[in-house]
């Protein structure tokens, strides 16, 4: 049986923020926008290419997924973007004011730099050897 991770869900304050970046700024892919109800949409985004696992932004509902955005993996980073051209992206990424939390260095897996979302997630750009 073949499996795979369809998608994650990222709690964020805002639909159209969250497209806004990710779509707009970060050059994702917008795979569907439903509405479900009248304050509830069906949101999927995806790096270009990527064929499988996709981001749902999900807008916090209540007091408690308020509080866990930018912390749903505690101080840790939370997803990883891999890419075939590392510095290429860095670039991009600069050019659209990304928050980057270290300076690129190479480990024993590939290049690899942190950044932040302007939601709080922490991300690691990864182009591995």
């Known amino acids: 049986m073949t499996q795979f991770i369809a ?3 990222l709690i964020v304050p805002d639909y159209d923020q969250a497209i806004a970046f990710y779509v707009g700024l970060m050059g994702f892919d917008l795979i569907e926008d439903t509405q479900l109800s009248e304050d509830k949409r069906w949101v999927l985004v995806a790096p270009p290419g990527s064929t499988e696992t996709r981001l749902l932004l999900a807008m916090a509902s209540n007091e408690a997924q308020e509080e866990v ?3 749903q993996a505690g101080d840790r980073v939370f997803l990883f973007l891999e890419t075939y051209d590392f ?3 860095i670039a ?3 050019r659209a004011g990304i928050d980057f939390l270290e300076d690129p260095r190479t480990e024993a897996y590939g290049n690899v730099v942190k950044w932040r979302d302007p939601f709080g997630n922490k991300w690691d750009l990864i182009e591995r050897h």
């Open 7 to 9: 998608a994650i869900s």
């Open 69 to 71: 955005i930018g912390e």
């Open 87 to 89: 510095e290429g992206d």
């Open 92 to 94: 991009l990424m600069e």
